[in-house]
């Protein structure tokens, strides 16, 4: 069993920046692909960021391609999402996941173990 627990949430103005983080237990932390989604009320989970378990390929949807970057450090069991240029749309519950196959999926249903979720919510 896998633990998951993001921090890094918070209220910012248009433009403004958050780092997100996910702490996660196991001893096998370093094999798993790990994930970022949000879901905003009303709407459906949405993929933002992936990473292998290397760390050495990461994979974006447009929406966020060159204002979010995703990366990880195995010796610290942490995953991290960087967020730049945040936009009001950028408004959500942000979920931090972990699947067993180390390569990066991009669907809810490919990954294994999620966290509680960490609030962004974007406002001037």
Do not use: H
């Amino acid at each position: 069993q896998v633990q998951l627990v993001e921090s890094g949430g918070g209220l910012v103005q248009p433009g403004g920046v958050l780092r997100l983080s996910c702490a996660a237990s196991g001893r096998t932390f370093s094999s798993y692909g790990m994930g970022w989604f949000r879901q905003a009320p009303g709407k459906e989970r949405e993929f933002v960021a992936g990473i292998d378990w290397s760390g050495g390929n990461t994979y974006y949807p447009d929406s966020v391609k060159g204002r979010f970057t995703i990366s990880r450090d195995n010796a610290k069991n942490t995953v991290y999402l960087q967020m730049n240029s945040l936009k009001p749309e950028d408004t959500a519950v942000y979920y931090c996941a972990a699947r067993r196959r180390g390569r990066i999926g991009i669907m809810p249903n490919e990954y294994d173990w999620w966290g509680q979720g960490t609030q962004v919510t974007v406002s001037s």
